[in-house]
């Protein structure tokens, strides 16, 4: 077929966009923006799905699988160099059956493979270039490839003849190699035995050691560089003893240029280990998941800082990233115009146009000069202040060309935007961000549901993620309006979690539901990385659901799944800091307070303070002088109601 307009072609390399006419493949009848970003490669592309495996097997063909994601700067890359080339894609075509995954859509295909990349390479990373049997079990794995060869290395149109030359002279042995990769990563998915390990603060207090022994006391964070935000971290810090890395951390983040100091939001990591150059991509996950750290930051020391960053990160997804429907688009790329951070940096010439007179303050505090405190003379801008300046050039900025926006809208995301919107309301008294977590919630309520199924898109089913996100997400939007239908559906969400992806016989969860028989191996993900694991997010989930309820199943499931990962916990607990969490959840003895009423004073004094194993809810008891009155209990049991602000400020800090 051939493309009937330029939709085909958004997000698309330069290339891609001016070859508009050239004959599409078959990704220009998918949806995922990645996948339409490669409509108009030569490569002949298939979406992952039984024509592509039929093919493969009726021909004896071995797979190219090729995973990444439409903000990715290196799969833009080998796209220009190798999958844009004639002579590349002839060889592709030729030899192999070639598959695009995004990553975004398909988190289960991308965590095996990528498992298995790891595995056999060290490493990991986007794109994910993994050659499989027809049976779909690889057999080679690696990222990124040059299009000819680099130190010693094979360039990729060498490596697609060398692979197909091995497939055609020792088949049998790569289908061995296959088999054997594939049993380690069975093996590697399966959860160690528990045995009778105890549940206890013993993987906390490890925890903590392990994080400040890699900690940065001079710039924040952890390790060397690249620096990534991981807000799993920075929630575990929080609750046992480690805030003043946590606080540290955050600021440094938050006067740093991998904040965007004009239009506010997170860019993904900082290349550097100072959080100066960062790499330009900003991901939904990472702004709805660090407002939550900055919220905690802010209920903990009452700074203006944390709260600014809040707003400011906030505002940026309801203006640039918010569909008019009310859901939340996925990322905005490094690149604009085919170059990385070009809309973001600036020449201190360009700063002077702009500001005028004002500059040379501006310049001083934000770190602009005529070299560059980047390459070629631009500069990252990190710093604090200047409002007023910060406007005009964001202003200026505008009129610049915008990299490529993701408008995918992923269910499990956008659970973690509406927990972080709600708790921002919650703790600045914003009815706006209430207001833009509500209409995301209708959103994903309206468009998400599949005969009677949970969609992660319109076309991709729900994993556990998209059930856990998206409930905590109603939780806390109850906990901020208090309109019972998001309980209600938060406890629905839950029991079909329960029902589709809960392991009853070893405890834990399954990424998938067993229904899709392309997923090679249907693990119980437990990795807490740039997002929190599913089986994080359903045990926290379970866990407060049960203080509202008192549903015993709920209780136990969470408990049956701490269980289940506590001998990870005990050996490599920095591995699972947000299942950490809801360790420490459930040894706490959480505060459920009660209230008649919303009174704004009692609600207040419980938003202020930084109280991470509680629930809030409103329910009809017997009230104090006709007022509004709080109950503050511990296991359904209760203190004695009162409507004094400072007594209820008292009951909370026992």
Same mark, same amino acid.
């Given at each position: 077929?051939?493309?009937?307009?330029?939709?085909?072609?958004?997000?698309?390399?330069?290339?891609?966009?001016?070859?508009?006419?050239?004959?599409?493949?078959?990704?220009?009848?998918?949806?995922?923006?990645?996948?339409?970003?490669?409509?108009?490669?030569?490569?002949?592309?298939?979406?992952?799905?039984?024509?592509?495996?039929?093919?493969?097997?009726?021909?004896?063909?071995?797979?190219?699988?090729?995973?990444?994601?439409?903000?990715?700067?290196?799969?833009?890359?080998?796209?220009?160099?190798? /999958?844009?080339?004639?002579?590349?894609?002839?060889?592709?075509?030729? =030899?192999?059956?070639?598959? #695009?995954?995004?990553?975004?859509?398909?988190?289960?295909?991308?965590?095996?493979?990528?498992?298995?990349?790891?595995?056999?390479?060290?490493?990991?990373?986007?794109?994910?270039?993994?050659?499989?049997?027809?049976? *779909?079990?690889?057999?080679?794995?690696?990222?990124?490839?040059?299009?000819?060869?680099?130190?010693?290395?094979?360039? /990729?149109?060498?490596?697609?003849?060398?692979?197909?030359?091995?497939?055609?002279?020792?088949?049998?042995?790569?289908?061995?190699?296959?088999?054997?990769?594939?049993?380690?990563?069975?093996?590697?998915?399966?959860?160690?035995?528990?045995?009778?390990?105890? *549940?206890?603060?013993?993987?906390?207090?490890?925890?903590?050691?392990?994080?400040?022994?890699?900690?940065?006391?001079?710039?924040?964070?952890?390790?060397?560089?690249?620096?990534?935000?991981?807000?799993?971290?920075?929630?575990?810090?929080?609750?046992?003893?480690?805030?003043?890395?946590?606080?540290?951390?955050?600021?440094?983040?938050?006067?740093?240029?991998?904040?965007?100091?004009?239009?506010?939001?997170?860019?993904?990591?900082?290349?550097?280990?100072?959080?100066?150059?960062?790499?330009?991509?900003?991901?939904?996950?990472?702004?709805?998941? *660090?407002?939550?750290?900055?919220?905690?930051? =802010?209920?903990?020391?009452?700074?203006?800082?944390?709260?600014?960053?809040?707003?400011?990160?906030?505002?940026?997804?309801?203006?640039?990233?918010?569909?008019?429907?009310?859901?939340? =688009?996925?990322?905005?790329?490094?690149?604009?115009?085919?170059?990385?951070?070009?809309?973001?940096?600036?020449?201190?010439?360009?700063?002077?146009?702009?500001?005028?007179?004002?500059?040379?303050?501006?310049?001083?505090?934000?770190?602009?000069?005529?070299?560059?405190?980047?390459?070629?003379?631009?500069?990252?801008?990190?710093?604090?202040?200047?409002?007023?300046?910060?406007?005009?050039?964001?202003?200026?900025?505008?009129?610049?060309?915008?990299?490529?926006?993701?408008?995918?809208?992923?269910?499990?995301?956008?659970?973690?935007?509406?927990?972080?919107?709600?708790?921002?309301?919650?703790?600045?008294?914003?009815?706006?961000?209430?207001?833009?977590?509500?209409?995301?919630?209708?959103?994903? *309520?309206?468009?998400? /549901?599949?005969?009677?199924?949970?969609?992660?898109?319109?076309?991709?089913?729900?994993?556990?993620?998209?059930?856990?996100? /998206?409930?905590?997400?109603?939780?806390?939007?109850?906990?901020?309006?208090?309109?019972?239908?998001?309980?209600?559906?938060?406890?629905?969400?839950?029991?079909?979690?329960?029902?589709?992806? %809960?392991?009853?016989?070893?405890?834990?969860?399954?990424?998938?539901?067993?229904?899709?028989?392309?997923?090679?191996?249907?693990?119980?993900?437990?990795?807490?990385?740039?997002?929190?694991?599913?089986?994080?997010?359903?045990?926290?989930?379970?866990?407060?659901?049960?203080?509202?309820?008192?549903?015993?199943?709920?209780?136990?499931?969470?408990?049956?799944?701490?269980?289940?990962?506590?001998?990870?916990?005990?050996?490599?607990?920095?591995?699972?800091?947000?299942?950490?969490?809801?360790?420490?959840? %459930?040894?706490?003895?959480? #505060?459920?307070?009660?209230?008649?009423?919303?009174?704004?004073?009692?609600?207040?004094?419980?938003?202020?303070?930084?109280?991470?194993?509680?629930?809030?809810?409103?329910?009809?008891?017997?009230?104090?002088?006709?007022?509004?009155?709080?109950?503050?209990?511990?296991?359904?049991?209760?203190?004695?109601?009162?409507?004094?602000?400072?007594?209820?400020?008292?009951?909370?800090?026992?």
């Amino acid at each position: 077929m051939r493309a009937q307009s330029k939709k085909f072609c958004v997000g698309a390399t330069l290339v891609a966009v001016l070859s508009c006419t050239a004959m599409a493949n078959r990704l220009a009848q998918e949806k995922s923006p990645y996948l339409l970003q490669h409509a108009h490669n030569p490569v002949d592309w298939y979406p992952w799905g039984e024509e592509a495996f039929a093919k493969a097997r009726q021909e004896n063909e071995p797979i190219f699988l090729s995973i990444g994601y439409s903000t990715c700067h290196w799969c833009h890359v080998m796209e220009r160099e190798s /999958f844009e080339d004639e002579d590349i894609a002839a060889v592709m075509n030729k =030899y192999f059956v070639c598959i #695009k995954v995004d990553r975004e859509e398909r988190p289960d295909i991308d965590h095996i493979y990528m498992t298995a990349v790891q595995a056999t390479t060290g490493s990991g990373g986007w794109p994910m270039s993994v050659f499989l049997t027809p049976d *779909l079990k690889p057999f080679y794995c690696g990222t990124y490839f040059p299009p000819e060869s680099k130190y010693g290395r094979p360039g /990729f149109k060498e490596l697609l003849q060398r692979v197909h030359d091995v497939w055609e002279s020792n088949h049998d042995g790569v289908v061995a190699q296959a088999k054997q990769i594939t049993e380690a990563l069975a093996q590697h998915s399966s959860l160690p035995s528990a045995g009778d390990a105890k *549940l206890n603060v013993a993987p906390l207090k490890l925890g903590l050691e392990q994080f400040r022994a890699s900690y940065d006391s001079e710039h924040g964070g952890f390790g060397g560089a690249p620096k990534f935000p991981r807000p799993v971290v920075l929630n575990f810090l929080f609750r046992v003893g480690g805030k003043d890395m946590a606080l540290f951390t955050l600021r440094k983040m938050g006067e740093g240029g991998v904040f965007d100091q004009l239009g506010g939001g997170f860019h993904r990591y900082s290349v550097d280990e100072r959080w100066l150059v960062s790499h330009f991509e900003k991901m939904l996950y990472d702004q709805a998941q *660090l407002v939550c750290s900055y919220i905690d930051a =802010y209920q903990i020391t009452r700074e203006p800082f944390y709260a600014d960053i809040v707003r400011r990160a906030c505002d940026y997804v309801l203006r640039d990233m918010t569909n008019p429907d009310g859901g939340f =688009y996925s990322a905005e790329d490094a690149d604009s115009e085919g170059v990385e951070g070009k809309f973001y940096v600036w020449t201190r010439k360009e700063v002077e146009q702009v500001l005028g007179d004002k500059a040379e303050t501006f310049c001083r505090a934000y770190d602009v000069d005529t070299p560059g405190n980047w390459e070629h003379g631009l500069n990252v801008l990190h710093g604090t202040g200047f409002p007023e300046e910060r406007a005009e050039l964001f202003a200026a900025r505008e009129k610049r060309v915008r990299p490529h926006r993701d408008e995918k809208i992923l269910t499990a995301w956008n659970g973690l935007m509406i927990s972080a919107l709600a708790r921002a309301s919650q703790a600045l008294d914003e009815p706006r961000y209430a207001a833009a977590a509500r209409k995301s919630a209708q959103f994903i *309520l309206k468009n998400r /549901f599949k005969d009677g199924k949970l969609m992660r898109t319109d076309t991709v089913p729900a994993m556990v993620e998209d059930y856990a996100f /998206f409930a905590n997400g109603l939780v806390d939007l109850y906990e901020t309006d208090f309109d019972s239908q998001w309980l209600k559906k938060a406890g629905e969400l839950s029991d079909a979690m329960l029902k589709s992806f %809960y392991d009853s016989k070893d405890g834990g969860f399954f990424q998938t539901d067993g229904r899709d028989a392309s997923v090679l191996i249907r693990s119980k993900e437990d990795y807490d990385g740039a997002e929190p694991s599913g089986n994080s997010m359903a045990t926290l989930l379970l866990l407060r659901l049960a203080q509202f309820a008192d549903r015993d199943e709920y209780r136990t499931a969470a408990e049956k799944t701490l269980a289940a990962f506590a001998t990870h916990m005990q050996r490599a607990p920095h591995v699972v800091p947000q299942m950490l969490c809801a360790l420490d959840f %459930y040894l706490s003895t959480p #505060k459920q307070i009660v209230l008649t009423g919303p009174d704004p004073a009692l609600l207040r004094v419980i938003r202020d303070r930084y109280l991470p194993n509680k629930i809030v809810m409103i329910e009809s008891r017997p009230t104090i002088g006709g007022k509004p009155t709080a109950y503050v209990c511990e296991n359904f049991v209760c203190r004695l109601p009162t409507n004094d602000v400072e007594a209820v400020q008292k009951l909370l800090e026992r």
